[in-house]
């Protein structure tokens, strides 16, 4: 599996893209979060493996309103494949809204099937060659967590909040945690933050951890100290620039 970070920014970040990141198998393409600018930074990706499944972890704009830009692209190249729009809610509505407002009319003229899926908390589904669980997290809108299943290799990508109990469930034993990290220290009932990604890198013995999602003010107290942060004993830290990939 290869996971590319097409962005690692906030919603309104100024140097980097929306948090959005791209799950590549032998099998096609898999995105995790389509905002504002994760599209622009789909498309150079687009072709190399047919993009199977858009994720939302929920519907704030920096997560979900690049897709009308990709169900356009694929319109104009004549796509023909389905494509499967998935979440923690029923997405179908708000993704047809959106299509529609962006280009009045296109949910009609589609020549491919947009299929959606809700993965409900606390179910495990199999679909697109992957196993899909989902988890409520705490933000100030609707929110889930994912775990994703590749054979012996799993991932969890948070999307905004601070986990619950039943996404801390989803956290353990995954080779790879995605997890915002908004600010340097809890100041947000709606964000989690570094500090609190390190505790809980410690206390659930996470492999692999890398830090998204941060404002421009922890950025630049990062860039300040040279991103000198104490990595909790056994996991690998990873603060990712746009583009950066990793393989598993």
């Known amino acids: 599996m290869k996971i590319i970070f097409l962005?690692?920014?906030?919603?309104s970040d100024k140097y980097r893209r929306n948090t959005s990141v791209l799950l590549e198998n032998d099998t096609g393409h898999h995105l995790l979060d389509c905002g504002f600018s994760s599209a622009h930074a789909y498309l150079p990706y687009d072709g190399k493996r047919k993009l199977k499944t858009i994720w939302i972890s929920h519907f704030h704009g920096d997560h979900f309103f690049g897709i009308p830009?990709?169900?356009?692209?694929?319109?104009?190249?004549?796509?023909?494949?389905?494509?499967?729009?998935?979440?923690?809610?029923?997405?179908?509505?708000?993704?047809?809204?959106?299509?529609?407002?962006?280009?009045?009319?296109?949910?009609?003229?589609?020549?491919?099937k947009v299929e959606f899926k809700t993965i409900a908390p606390g179910e495990s589904i199999s679909f697109n060659d992957l196993e899909w669980q989902s988890a409520p997290v705490s933000h100030a809108e609707s929110a889930c967590g994912l775990r994703v299943k590749s054979g012996d290799f799993s991932l969890y990508y948070s999307g905004d909040g601070?986990?619950?109990?039943?996404?801390v469930k989803l956290i353990k034993k995954c080779n790879l945690i995605i997890h915002e990290a908004y600010s340097m220290s809890p100041t947000k009932l709606?964000?989690?933050?570094?500090?609190?990604?390190?505790l809980w890198a410690e206390e659930l013995h996470m492999q692999n951890l890398a830090l998204v999602h941060m404002n421009?003010?922890?950025?630049?107290?990062?860039?300040?100290?040279?991103?000198?942060?104490?990595?909790?004993?056994?996991t690998h830290l990873i603060l990712p620039e746009d583009g950066d990939t990793m393989e598993f």
């Open 69 to 112: 830009q990709l169900i356009v692209h694929y319109y104009m190249n004549r796509r023909e494949d389905p494509i499967t729009i998935c979440s923690g809610t029923d997405p179908q509505e708000k993704i047809i809204k959106a299509i529609d407002l962006a280009y009045p009319g296109l949910p009609e003229k589609l020549p491919f």
């Open 216 to 234: 421009g003010q922890t950025r630049e107290v990062l860039t300040a100290n040279k991103n000198d942060l104490t990595s909790p004993k056994g």
């Open 7 to 11: 962005g690692t920014g906030e919603a």
């Open 190 to 198: 709606s964000h989690s933050s570094i500090e609190e990604c390190l």
């Open 162 to 167: 601070k986990p619950t109990l039943e996404a």
